[in-house]
């Protein structure tokens, strides 16, 4: 398939997906225990994780730094084997699902290649992934998810010349490029000022308005968590387990103005003294 053909393909996914069109489980974690070892002292991080994250949706994972987000996304990712219980991916293992482009990853580190602009970094992970295309038609694709992040006219600038939010605005193309079914990102706006990450939440919400790709975001702020997800599963601990499973309730599609909404509000409340509760139940 060309480049320019396996654009229309996602974009056309995702005019064909309504909102609320989810089915259950594209990624199914159960029963998930991880244990570190700390100068030969294990050390339990994660107990008895379990998580299903609907197809289509946007799912973020909050709570107190330190407490085992990031281990979870990388049980999600297959990065990690958890001690104990099981993901599935699409039905598949983990690092199974990785290796057939199932999952995308997007982290704080931006990572580019300096001496690469920005489409050739865009193309960089299909060029590496997929044997068979043809730098034409991975660019073309680059290209065009380039310009669902809002970088056309940026392509051929060095990752020196661009800013942090350009430069994680072409890390999320580069991800969306393998035209993954997740999108698993872990505080990927984490480096950024405050209004760049404000952008950063509005772009992210287009992108998945546009795609309908599966998206489990690690943030540590509540007003990305709400604005973003259908649900936040609010992490808490030590070991973390998940303390509750909160729906928020705004309408979709959502709009930068759901902000003034009471449920926003309301839910950003929730979140907070679910935070400190976390917080609290972890040694001092
Ligand atoms: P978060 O992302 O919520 O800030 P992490 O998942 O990075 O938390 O870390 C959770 C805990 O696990 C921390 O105490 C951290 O020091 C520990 N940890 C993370 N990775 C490792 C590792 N590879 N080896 C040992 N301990 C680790
Ligand atoms: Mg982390």
């Known amino acids: ?30 029963d998930i225990s991880v244990d570190f070892y700390l100068d030969g002292v294990r ?16 799912v973020s994972l909050i709570g107190p730094s330190g407490c085992g987000k990031s281990t979870l996304l990388k ?37 580019l290649l300096p001496w690469k602009n920005a489409i050739e970094n865009a193309a960089f992970l299909l060029m590496t992934a997929d044997d068979a295309i043809s730098q034409a038609d991975a660019e073309a694709r680059a290209a065009a998810m380039l310009k669902l992040v809002g970088l056309d006219g940026a392509e051929r600038k060095m990752p020196s010349q661009l800013s942090g939010g350009m430069r994680q605005r072409v890390a999320i193309a580069r991800a969306l490029a393998l035209d993954p079914q997740v999108l698993l990102m872990d505080e990927p706006f984490g480096a950024l000022d405050a209004i ?10 287009e992108i998945w308005q546009r795609t309908k790709k599966t998206i489990v975001l690690v943030t540590h702020s509540i007003e990305e968590a709400v604005f973003l997800s259908g649900e936040v599963h609010v992490m808490g601990g030590a070991p973390a387990r998940i303390l509750e499973t909160l729906p928020i309730a705004l309408p979709q599609p959502r709009t930068p103005d759901c902000i003034t909404d009471p449920a926003f509000k309301a839910a950003q409340q929730r979140l907070r003294s679910l935070l400190i509760e976390g917080h609290q139940r972890r040694p001092a």
């Open 43 to 58: 050390q339990r991080v994660l107990d008895d994780i379990t998580l299903s994250v609907p197809t289509g949706s946007f």
């Open 196 to 205: 760049t990450r404000e952008e950063m939440s509005r772009c992210l919400l």
């Open 75 to 111: 049980v999600l990712a297959g990065l990690i084997a958890p001690t104990e219980g099981q993901v599935l991916v699409n039905g598949m293992e983990p690092h199974a699902a990785a290796k057939r482009r199932v999952i995308g990853l997007a982290f704080q580190d931006p990572t």
């Open 1 to 30: 398939m060309s480049g320019a053909l396996s654009v229309v393909h996602v974009l056309d996914a995702a005019g064909a997906a309504p909102a609320g069109s989810a089915t259950p489980g594209l990624v199914d974690a159960r």
